[in-house]
């Protein structure tokens, strides 16, 4: 049986993550971490809803439920693509944070306004849009698990839309210089590209090499991310063409992440092979992990676990399949090197760094409108910036079922501790889970999350550490 440890005031837990080189860095260990995500956007695009105020982060006991489910995972990152600048994201944030969960974040919505058209990127770089954008970052920067914002998602994905590479570059160096100058600390800015590999090796050359002859081209990007679908079922290394993308990126001056990956094209559940070789010698020398797609279940079939209208939730093979691929990683050895600080010497950006006769190569970029300019220097008047919360319980109240259908009880976020980052052998990962043997079964204090804007929290924990040194000391 588990006996409840109370840990109460506990400082927020999270450090942020810095870049060195071309590695994150837990900036509390110095350890090199390696991305385990998820990319969460509830509902598809109309879990983005600026008419009736929802986006992904902004429902506390949906955040608190998934959260739960991830941690057990392994998950130690999130993606999400919308998220609505003016709404509360504290709940939501605390309780990733307290389970050991970054977010990454992209800047832009659907909505006309809130994104560079691709069509007609001259038309849609206004002020108007960088004022969104900076809006974004003035709710998302005082949290310490932002961990990277997104400029532009799949913009360039064919040699027509390449007219946008300069776009692209544009709006990261507005982003760079907005928050250098209006956030309490650096957030590293990226691109996440479409592998397509006509032009994704230009696209990278394009937005990662320097206009000034250093690292510090407020124009280059922090990180460079790619959305991979070429592993599909039982696909190899080889056959799936991840050695060319490791080859292709091994010279990188950025980190470089799969900010999307899992094909479906083949019937059944995925079995997640692609883990293995993602964090296998191979490829985590030159990449730095990846964000699975996705979490819940949508039309076009890449969930994860499945949503009922009531907010019970069920866990799919797929999301068995992924936690028993996880569960045979050794993330102590992975996430336990320190990072390798490698000097690395962006290239020269010059038309011979582009291959393609079509892409651009011309490196001057649109001016920052004036109106953006202004903001840069005065920083936004009045923007809405969230704050980490206390949580007054982490105990999730909904229905939740396993694949067969039994339901897991006493699920809870359980706290990380001061400066861990949560990971596949935190959690005890050992492969799938079935009800009463799972290993995230703390159970929490009674009451439903609420918010009281201090910035500790009280949590309850059990589990992985008191059941670890009970059996430890029952062993004995
Ligand atoms: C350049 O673009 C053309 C047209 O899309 C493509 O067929 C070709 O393979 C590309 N060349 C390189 C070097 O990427
Ligand atoms: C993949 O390999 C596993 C293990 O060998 C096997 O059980 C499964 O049927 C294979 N899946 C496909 C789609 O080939
Ligand atoms: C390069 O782009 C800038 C900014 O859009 C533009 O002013 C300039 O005319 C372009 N140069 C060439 C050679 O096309």
């Known amino acids: 049986m588990l006996l409840p440890l109370l840990l109460a005031g506990?400082?927020?837990?999270?450090?942020?993550?810095?870049?060195?080189?071309?590695?994150?860095?837990?900036?509390?260990?110095?350890?090199?971490?390696?991305?385990?995500?998820?990319?969460?956007?509830?509902?598809?695009?109309?879990?983005?809803?600026?008419?009736?105020?929802?986006?992904?982060?902004?429902?506390?006991?949906?955040?608190?439920?998934?959260?739960?489910?991830?941690?057990?995972?392994?998950?130690?990152?999130?993606?999400?693509?919308?998220?609505?600048?003016?709404?509360?994201?504290?709940?939501?944030?605390?309780?990733?944070?307290?389970?050991?969960i970054y977010m990454l974040l992209d800047v832009n919505s659907p909505m006309q306004g809130d994104h560079i058209n691709r069509e007609a990127p001259?038309?849609?770089?206004?002020?108007?849009?960088?004022?969104?954008?900076?809006?974004?970052?003035?709710?998302?920067k005082e949290f310490p698990n932002t961990m990277a914002f997104f400029a532009g998602n799949e913009v360039i994905d064919d040699f027509e839309s390449s007219v946008n590479a300069p776009y692209m570059r544009a709006v990261t160096r507005d982003l760079k210089l907005y928050i250098a100058a209006n956030s309490p600390r650096y957030i590293p800015v990226g691109y996440s590209a479409a592998d397509v590999r006509d032009i994704l090796e230009d696209s990278w050359n394009y937005l990662q090499c320097t206009t000034t002859g250093d690292a510090g081209d407020a124009s280059r990007v922090d990180l460079f991310?790619?959305?991979s679908y070429s592993w599909c079922g039982?696909?190899?290394?080889?056959?799936?063409?991840?050695?060319?993308?490791?080859?292709?990126?091994?010279?990188?001056?950025?980190?470089?992440?799969?900010?999307?990956?899992?094909c479906n094209e083949v019937d059944g559940p995925r079995p997640w092979t692609e883990i293995a070789a993602l964090y296998g010698e191979e490829m985590r020398e030159t990449m730095s992990g990846g964000v699975v797609y996705e979490w819940t279940q949508e039309e076009n079939n890449y969930g994860l676990v499945e949503l009922s209208d009531n907010g019970d939730i069920q866990l799919m093979e797929n999301y068995n399949n992924l936690q028993t691929q996880l569960g045979l990683?050794?993330?102590?050895?992975?996430?336990?090197?320190?990072?390798?600080?490698?000097?690395?010497?962006?290239?020269?950006?010059?038309?011979?760094?582009?291959?393609?006769?079509?892409f651009p190569t011309n490196f001057t970029l649109p001016a920052t409108p004036a109106e953006a300019v202004t903001l840069i220097e005065n920083s936004l008047d009045g923007?809405?910036?969230?704050?980490?919360?206390?949580?007054?319980?982490?105990?999730?109240?909904?229905?939740?079922?396993?694949?067969?259908?039994?339901?897991?009880v006493n699920l809870a976020v359980e706290p990380v501790e001061d400066g861990e980052v949560n990971s596949p052998t935190r959690t005890g990962n050992g492969g799938p889970s079935t009800s009463g043997t799972g290993t995230a079964t703390g159970s929490g204090a009674s009451g439903s999350a609420s918010e009281t804007g201090a910035a500790s929290l009280v949590g309850v924990k059990a589990g992985g550490v008191v059941v670890g040194i009970l059996g430890l000391l029952m062993n004995l």
């Open 10 to 100: 506990l400082a927020a837990a999270l450090q942020p993550i810095v870049i060195e080189g071309t590695d994150f860095i837990n900036s509390a260990t110095g350890a090199r971490v390696q991305i385990v995500g998820v990319a969460y956007q509830p509902g598809g695009s109309s879990g983005y809803s600026p008419s009736t105020g929802v986006d992904p982060l902004s429902d506390g006991p949906t955040c608190l439920r998934d959260a739960a489910l991830m941690q057990r995972l392994g998950i130690n990152a999130i993606r999400v693509y919308n998220v609505n600048p003016d709404l509360n994201h504290n709940l939501c944030a605390s309780i990733f944070n307290t389970a050991g």
């Open 122 to 140: 001259w038309t849609t770089y206004t002020a108007a849009y960088l004022e969104r954008v900076f809006r974004v970052v003035e709710a998302f």
């Open 225 to 227: 991310a790619l959305n």
């Open 234 to 262: 039982n696909a190899t290394y080889r056959s799936s063409g991840y050695d060319i993308l490791t080859s292709t990126f091994a010279s990188s001056s950025v980190p470089v992440f799969l900010s999307e990956y899992g």
């Open 329 to 358: 990683l050794d993330f102590t050895v992975l996430e336990g090197q320190p990072g390798r600080n490698r000097p690395v010497t962006p290239p020269t950006c010059e038309a011979s760094l582009i291959q393609n006769t079509t």
């Open 383 to 408: 923007a809405n910036q969230g704050r980490l919360v206390t949580l007054t319980s982490l105990r999730v109240e909904q229905g939740v079922q396993d694949a067969g259908g039994a339901d897991i």
